[in-house]
């Protein structure tokens, strides 16, 4: 069971050069998530899905687009970086509680945009 | 604006000794307070959480101690090791939402 995975770990880009992370679990969670951690920001999330087929904004979507065509998985994807996208990026996962959600986080990729 | 205020930035603690984060919100709304601790190169992971009907809740060494009326609440580490040296982050969400609202982490340093 590896719970969530990220790929790549880490990465160089070029402003104006795109890409897409991608985010696996297999923990059978209906709810996937991307955040970007800055320092001094905390966490801060990007895009969500509630399930196989939906997406929905965060706080900080602006410059990113997010898709979730198979449920195990939640691609983030740039299509043009700038600099201001230099972060380090987590995606995280939970099943449907009760009341709350807990998060399950990956290990993270590194992002550098020069 | 930060919906979730933490402090201290850094902490430095001998072992043995307590170690205390605080955390503030405005949103009343908020109705779940969960802990997270990272570790260098890792993700967050959910070290403690608690809901605001109770006022605190003990796991091991740690408590959150919640405080509905001043809207804050807190992690206290007790005996700290060296091993909890990381990154602690408090959070806050609504009941039903899919956000979690983090604080900006305080960095814990346990000296042997």
């Known amino acids: 069971n590896a719970g969530v995975t990220q790929t790549p770990k880490f990465r160089v880009l070029k402003t104006g050069q795109s890409m897409t992370l991608l985010c696996a679990q297999d923990m059978n969670h209906e709810y996937m998530y991307w955040y970007r951690q800055d320092p001094g920001m905390g966490l801060r999330l990007i895009h969500y899905?509630?399930?196989?087929?939906?997406?929905a904004k965060g706080e900080v979507p602006d410059g990113y687009n997010v898709s979730r065509l198979k449920k195990q998985n939640f691609l983030l994807g740039l299509e043009s970086a700038a600099p201001s996208q230099t972060s380090v990026y987590f995606c995280?996962?939970?099943?449907?509680?009760?009341?709350?959600?807990?998060?399950?986080f990956g290990p993270g990729t590194r992002l550098t945009v020069t | 604006q930060q919906q979730v205020k933490q402090s201290p930035q850094s902490l430095i603690v001998q072992k043995g000794g307590i170690s205390i984060i605080n955390c503030a919100y405005e949103?009343?709304?908020?109705?779940?307070f969960p802990w997270y601790q990272q570790f260098p190169g890792k993700g967050p992971a959910l070290l403690i959480a608690i809901r605001p009907d109770v006022s605190e809740k003990k796991e091991g060494r740690f408590t959150i101690s919640f405080n509905k009326s001043a809207k804050q609440f807190s992690l206290h580490i007790m005996d700290s090791q060296p091993g909890d040296s990381a990154t602690y982050f408090c959070?806050?969400?609504?009941?039903?939402?899919?956000?979690?609202?983090f604080g900006t982490g305080t960095r814990l340093t346990v000296i042997p």
């Open positions: 959070a806050a969400s609504m009941r039903g939402a899919n956000n979690l609202f």
């Open positions: 899905s509630v399930g196989e087929g939906t997406t």
């Open positions: 995280a996962s939970s099943a449907l509680d009760r009341y709350h959600y807990e998060q399950y």
């Open positions: 949103n009343t709304a908020f109705d779940y």
